[in-house]
């Protein structure tokens, strides 16, 4: 192993931790040590497996069985049950049913065939690859510092001087059967080889043991990386700087009011989410002289260019002279002529039993002085779009400094994005949530009603912006969300809604954090009692202030991003029965929710002509997880119902029609309807959520 360094994949190894685990336990941790870390491979890519002797369940014999990651697994978070297992000596008798490479894609029907003890995960169609190496134990991964040599020019060459007899060298061939038997092949004839460079693609490698085979796999990489690191000192493989990077500030700004606009124009078939990247190697590659023709070229790995598609599209913003408005103008045009370029890719490569061109809209966009946006149908499909072409840069970075980036070829990377087994992975995929796609922000999101909101919101696949003036709750609620969730699809921002600039601000960031505005759920709150002769002007600009005035700042500046969107949209204002039927000692909390319901009236006329629905829900005497009711308002309502405050709850059920207590959750099911297109053709109405309240019935 070479001396480490930054650039190098560490030896993270534990024999103490080794010596307590099964062999099926020690490829888990083989493959989760390799996973870690996105130099080695990127979410879902590359593959692990051992052939492994396990009692077999039909006669209580030792077998041999491969234990591969299964389809659609990750090395770096999969657990045991993400490994399919297959009896090794039917894969073996497959050979006898293989007709050639013309007809390798019926194999994959075989290998359900072969399955060890009822094991569910399916077999992916890389299975071949690790079934007809004699070793014991093998790791396919997809290291930037190898595949910068595979997807060299002459990446043959580059390989022996590298790696001298201990690697050997294959042409691109596509994942699968013929492709298990090619490696098969080389293994046999150089037996000495410690694995094999796949041209365009990525690292093989094996062991007898999985130490070894781990230990292998990271001698590899960082013999590649040191040989790389030498070559490319004081050499710019992007051919120097054209653009100077904006400031965060000025950066972050531009991808707020870009984002929306695109996701707006690229959402017609299916709603998309936004990702944000402007790391060091992402502004330095869009920065740059060759940019805009290694981006033409496109990505080479196959796994790259799956998720990113074939190229990026290369937005015509020019730092210098910051002409946003005219980029934005110039959008429409610029998309055409990215689907038209794409629909004749489609033309030209397509097969008699091709599937029907899917969206031709980029997931990629390289923005100069800017960075990178990704827009896929969820975050965490966006997120990882951009870590793979993050890979892709670092791919060309070492490609073009050693020798000549080469993109697959035009017809070999058409017949993997629309490979028919691709196409059969793409269909079972389950069906989205009713809120998939949607983005929706949560004022006082820290709070009962806030957070049993976007609990409600997330079960159904929106991603939520939750926004609170309490910093230490907003964390808690958050890290707890991430856990609940995923840490895609949640994330906060500390606002005071009668601050105008930390509005504008939140919204910024949820545009920035997500790529643009669903729903729009204005929660914030406060509650004070006083007679009216006691209420101060203090009291009562408070109130108004949250609100009111909020509850004004909140909307507006969500309509315009809602506006850009062109999108529609919904708002759903969180009020009270209070709006509705004043109550005594409580003047500045009734008037200001009153006004809350007319804002909310006067956001429905306007916004109907957008598609922007405006909705109300009013609330009454939710007590549990409320932060107003466990501060001075709950005493105060006591006082004025002579009650002492464990009696207020149930003074509140019998109050009601229904005699039941309301809860976070019953507000956060009629936000949900108003939020959802079970309510599409409502706006401007009202939901009383009150178990009843005769006085509050709306007229």
Known sequence: MPAQSDAFIPNLWDDATAATLSEPELLQYRSNLLGSDMRVTNYGGGNTSAKIFCKDP??????EVLWVKGSGGDIGSMGLDGFATLYMDKLRALKNLYRGEAHEDEMVDYLPHCT???NPKAASIDTPLHTYVAKAHIDHLH???VIAIAASKNSRELTEEIYGGDIGWLPWMRPGYQLGLELEKLAIEKPHLKGIVLEAHGLFTWGDTSKECYETSLEMINKAQAWLDKRLAGVDAFGGARH??????RRRAVAAQLMPVIRGKTSQRQRQIGHFNDNPEVLEFVNSNNMPALAELGTSCPDHFLRTKIKPLVVDYDPAKDNLEDVIAGLDAQLDAYNQDYAAYYNRCKRDNSPAMRDANPVIYLVPGVGM??????????????????????VMRGASGVSEYMGLPEQEAFDIEYWLLEEAKLQRMPKPKALAGRIALVTGGAGGIGQATAARLMADGACVMLMDIDTGSLTEVEGSFKKQFSPDQVNSVTMDVTKEQAVIDAMAATSVAFGGLDIVVSNAGIASSAPLDETSLDLWNLNHSILNTGYFLVAREAFKVLKAQQMGGNMVFVASKNAMVASANASAYCTAKAAEVQLARCVALEGAPHGIRANVVNPDAVLRGSKIWTGKWKEERADAYNLAEDELEDHYRQRSLL???VLPEDIAEGIYFFASDASAKSTGNILNVDAGHAPSFTR
């Not at 100077?244 to 500030?249: F, K």
């Not at 827009?375 to 670092?394: C, H, L, M, P, S």
């Open 58 to 63: 039909l006669n209580g014999e030792s077998v």
């Open 116 to 118: 060890f003890n009822l």
């Open 143 to 145: 290291p930037d510092a």
């Open 244 to 249: 100077t990077t904006l400031s965060e500030d």
């Open 373 to 394: 946006f990704s827009f896929a149908k969820d975050k965490a499909t966006a997120r990882i779009a951009g870590e793979f072409y993050v890979n892709a840069i670092n």
């Open 659 to 661: 005699k039941l207590s």
